[in-house]
C-alpha cells in the first residue's frame, strides 16, 4: 500500500513511496496528526543521490518490523534537503550543536509544535562502532517520551530557545577591505595542502568558491601565490580520480587527501561552479588542461543531466548495479580492473590505458579495480592515440548499468549552470553551450518564476514543485541570468534578474542589513534560517550580494549597491577567521574593491570588430566586471535595453568599448589590445 509520497515530485521522496513505513511529507497535517495521537514525530532528511541515505532506507525502511515500529509510536516525516534546505537548515544547525557533526542521512525527533529533542544522522540495524542499532534509538525515544515528558519537553525548549540566541548581526561590521582580503589569503595559505592541492585533509571537498576568490585575488593584486594555489589545487583534481577521465566531471569529494578515490555522486552545483572555475582559470592562464577539463564538464552537464525541459537535472548516484554480481554498489561504473581494459582494447592499448590511467593489479578502489586517473609519472602518449583509447572505454563503458539520475530541476543550481555555461560558450566560441544556457534560463522564467516574480524552488518533468524559492535561488538565477545577459547582450536577461533583486531587497532583507534564508512571508519554522556560510555551494548571503552588486553596476542603482555592501559585512567579520567557509563572500567582496568595472561596448551588429571587442571584455581578468553590448543609442539619447549604453557613441563611426569605475572612465577605446589592458590586472 503506497504512503502519501506517491504524489509528491521529488525523486527522493518518490524512492520512499512504497516503503512499509508511513511517511508523510513535511506538513502541517502531520505535526497535527502528531499531536492528535499524542506521539513524537521521526524526521528523517536526506536526498536521492546520498549512499548512506539508500543504505538506511533498505536496512531499516523497507524492513517490515522497524517500518510497524514506527507507524505504531511515531509520525514520520521524509524531506528531500534539496526542495526543503529551510526545513534541512534549521535542523542541521541542532544536531551539529548538540552532536559538533552532521551528514545525511539526519534523523530528529521532533515535539507535534516541531521541537527537537533528539538527533542523529546513520544508524545500523544492530549496535556497530559504538552506535546503537535504529530500533534502539526508536525505543529509547519512545521510553523517554512516555516515561519522562517533562524531560522531553525541557530539552526541546532549551534547544529552540539555544537556536534563537543565534541571529546573526554583521550589519554594523562594514564592509571588507584590503586588509581583511589579505587576512583571508594569509589564512588559506596557512591550511594549504602544498603536496596534494586542495585545503585540509581526508574528505576532501572540491573548493570552489575559494578558488575563485584565489583568481580574483590575483587578478586584484597580482599575487602570485594566489594563483599558484588555485592553478596547482585545479591540476592536481584534473588528475585524481574525483575527475571523470572518460566522460568529464566532477564525483562530490575524494575520500583521501590525494583525490585518488572519490564519492562516486555526480551533482549538478558541483559541477556548474567547477566548470566555471576552470574556464576563468584559462581566462588568466592559457592553460590547455584548464580549457579541455572546462569544456569536458560543460559537455558532461549537457549531455548527461540536461533534461527534455531544456534545465539541469540535480544529480547522478554513486551507486549502480555492478554487471557482474547484480548487486547495486558504489562506483561499480567507474571503477576497471587491467584485465577490463585489456578485454575492451587489446593486450598492447589495454597495457597503456593501465599505465596512463594509474589502473593497478592491486587495485586504488575496492575488489582490486582502479578509479582512473591521470598521474604526473605516466607515460608520453600521441594525443590522437590516447583520445582514441578513451573513446573506446567510454562506449563501452555506456554499456554498462548507469546510475539513476536525480531530474529534480532545482533553481538555484540551475541559475549557476546557466552562468557557467554562457561564459564557456563565450570564451571557446562554443554558441551551442550559450543556447544550451538560454533555454534553462526560459525554463526557469516559464515555469519557476509566477507572475509577481516569485520562485519556486523545484520543478520536474515541467510541473513545478509546491516548495517556494529560497534566497540561493534568488541569488544564484540573478546571477545566471547576469552573466546570460553580458554574454548575449540581451537585456532581457537583466529586467529578469531586476525582478529578483527588487524581491532579495523586499522579502530577504533585515533592518541591520543582514539576509535571511527565507522570505519574509515563508513558512513560519522553530528558527528563521540565517547562514553567510557556503556549503558545497555558495551561501544563499553571499549569492545575494554578488547580484545585488552586478546589479547596481549595471544600472548605477545606490539602493542595491548599499545593500550588498551592508550584507558583505559578513564577509568583514568572518573572512580573516575562515576564509575557507566563505569563499564566495570573499569574492564578492575583491569585486567590490575593484569597482566593479561597467564595460559598455557599442557598434552595429554587422561589424566583426564588435564581436571582437565583446568578446575581448569578456575575457577581462577584472573581478565581477559586468558587460553590456549593443547598438549605438537611439535618437532620443536612450541606451536601449541596457542603461550601460545610454550616450554612448562610436568613435570615427567604429565599434567602441568604454570602461568606467568608481564614477571615473577610461578612454573610449576600437582597439582590443587597449580594451585588454584596460580590464587586466591591477598592480599594487
Excluded at 106 to 117: G, I, K, N, Q, S
Excluded at 185 to 209: C, I, N, Q, W
Excluded at 359 to 387: D, I, M, W
Aim: hydrophobic fraction near 40%; include cysteine; glycine fraction near 10%.
Amino acid at each position: 500500500m503506497p504512503n502519501r509520497l506517491a504524489n509528491e515530485t521529488s525523486p527522493y521522496l518518490l524512492q520512499h513511496a512504497d516503503n512499509p513505513v508511513d511517511w508523510w511529507p513535511w506538513s502541517p497535517e502531520a505535526f497535527a496528526e502528531a499531536r492528535e495521537r499524542g506521539v513524537p514525530v521521526l524526521l528523517s532528511v536526506g536526498y536521492s543521490s546520498c549512499h548512506w541515505c539508500h543504505v538506511l532506507a533498505i536496512e531499516s525502511f523497507e524492513d517490515e518490523l522497524t517500518a510497524a515500529y514506527m507507524n505504531e509510536h511515531f509520525v514520520n516525516i521524509k524531506v528531500d534537503r534539496e526542495e526543503r534546505p529551510d526545513v534541512d537548515a534549521v535542523y542541521m544547525e541542532a544536531v551539529q550543536a548538540a552532536t559538533g557533526q552532521g551528514g545525511w542521512p539526519m534523523t530528529v525527533f521532533l515535539t507535534a509544535d516541531a521541537e527537537p529533542f533528539y538527533f542523529g544522522t546513520y544508524f545500523p540495524p544492530e549496535p556497530r562502532h559504538g552506535m546503537p542499532s535504529f530500533m534502539q534509538v526508536l525505543e529509547g525515544v519512545r521510553t523517554a517520551w512516555v516515561g519522562r515528558p517533562e524531560e522531553v519537553a525541557d530539552v526541546a525548549r532549551r534547544i529552540v530557545a539555544d537556536l534563537a540566541g543565534r541571529e546573526l548581526d554583521y550589519g554594523k561590521a562594514g564592509t571588507p577591505g584590503p586588509e581583511e582580503l589579505a587576512q583571508a589569503l594569509l589564512g588559506l595559505t596557512r591550511e594549504y595542502d602544498a603536496v596534494r592541492g586542495g585545503f585540509g585533509g581526508a574528505p576532501k571537498f572540491p573548493p570552489s568558491m575559494v578558488l575563485e576568490f584565489l583568481l580574483r585575488h590575483h587578478a586584484r593584486t597580482g599575487a602570485e601565490g594566489a594563483l599558484q594555489m588555485a592553478a596547482d589545487t585545479c591540476e592536481a583534481m584534473a588528475r585524481g580520480g574525483i575527475y571523470d577521465q572518460l566522460g568529464g566531471g566532477f564525483a562530490r569529494y575524494s575520500v583521501d587527501r590525494e583525490w585518488v578515490v572519490p564519492h562516486f555522486e555526480k551533482m549538478l552545483y558541483d559541477n556548474a561552479l567547477l566548470c566555471r572555475v576552470y574556464a576563468h582559470l584559462w581566462r588568466a592562464t592559457g592553460s590547455d588542461l584548464a580549457r579541455r577539463v572546462a569544456l569536458e564538464t560543460a559537455d558532461f552537464m549537457v549531455r548527461e543531466l540536461r533534461t527534455d525541459q531544456g534545465g539541469f537535472a540535480s544529480a547522478l548516484d554513486a551507486d549502480s548495479e555492478d554487471p557482474v554480481s547484480g548487486a547495486h554498489v558504489e562506483g561499480a561504473y567507474y571503477a576497471w580492473t587491467p584485465a577490463q581494459l585489456r578485454e575492451v582494447l587489446g593486450e598492447d592499448d589495454g597495457d597503456l590505458a593501465a599505465a596512463c590511467f594509474g589502473v593497478t593489479e592491486e587495485g586504488t578502489f575496492e575488489h582490486g579495480k582502479s578509479v582512473l586517473q591521470l598521474p604526473q609519472n605516466g607515460p608520453v602518449v600521441e594525443a590522437g592515440r590516447l583520445a582514441a583509447i578513451k573513446e573506446r572505454l567510454l562506449a563501452e563503458r555506456d554499456g554498462r548499468p548507469a546510475p539513476g539520475r536525480d531530474d529534480k530541476i532545482v533553481a538555484a543550481w540551475n541559475g549557476l549552470a546557466i552562468a557557467a555555461l554562457a561564459e564557456c560558450g563565450a570564451y571557446f566560441e562554443r554558441p551551442d553551450l550559450v543556447e544550451r544556457a538560454t533555454e534553462a534560463a526560459d525554463l526557469l522564467v516559464r515555469v519557476h518564476m509566477d507572475g509577481k516574480a516569485r520562485l519556486a524552488r523545484t520543478s520536474k518533468d515541467g510541473q513545478v514543485g509546491s516548495n517556494a524559492g529560497v534566497l540561493e535561488d534568488y541569488g544564484d538565477v540573478a546571477d545566471g541570468f547576469l552573466a546570460l545577459a553580458s554574454v548575449t547582450g540581451e537585456g532581457v536577461w537583466l529586467e529578469f534578474a531586476g525582478f529578483l533583486v527588487d524581491l532579495v531587497l523586499d522579502q530577504f532583507t533585515a533592518e541591520d542589513g543582514s539576509l535571511y534564508d527565507t522570505a519574509h512571508d515563508a513558512e513560519r519554522l522553530i528558527r528563521r534560517p540565517q547562514d553567510p556560510t557556503d556549503t558545497a555551494a555558495p551561501s544563499g548571503w553571499t549569492a545575494a550580494a554578488g547580484a545585488l552588486l552586478s546589479y547596481a553596476a549595471h544600472t548605477g542603482s545606490q539602493a542595491h549597491r548599499t545593500v550588498a555592501e551592508r550584507a558583505l559585512g559578513v564577509v568583514h567579520a568572518l573572512g580573516p577567521r575562515v576564509p575557507r567557509f566563505i569563499g564566495h563572500g570573499l569574492s564578492v567582496a575583491e569585486a567590490l574593491l575593484d569597482g566593479p568595472r561597467e564595460v559598455a561596448v557599442v557598434g552595429h551588429p554587422e561589424d566583426p570588430l564588435l564581436a571582437e571587442l565583446h568578446r575581448t571584455a569578456l575575457l577581462g581578468t577584472a573581478p565581477g566586471a559586468v558587460v553590456a553590448v549593443g547598438p549605438p543609442r537611439a535618437a532620443d539619447g536612450s541606451g536601449g535595453e541596457f542603461p550601460l549604453l545610454a550616450e554612448r557613441t562610436l568613435v570615427r563611426d567604429l565599434p567602441t568599448a568604454y570602461v568606467c569605475r568608481h564614477f571615473v572612465c577610461a578612454r573610449p577605446t576600437t582597439e582590443p589590445v587597449e580594451l585588454a589592458e584596460q580590464l587586466g590586472t591591477v598592480r599594487p
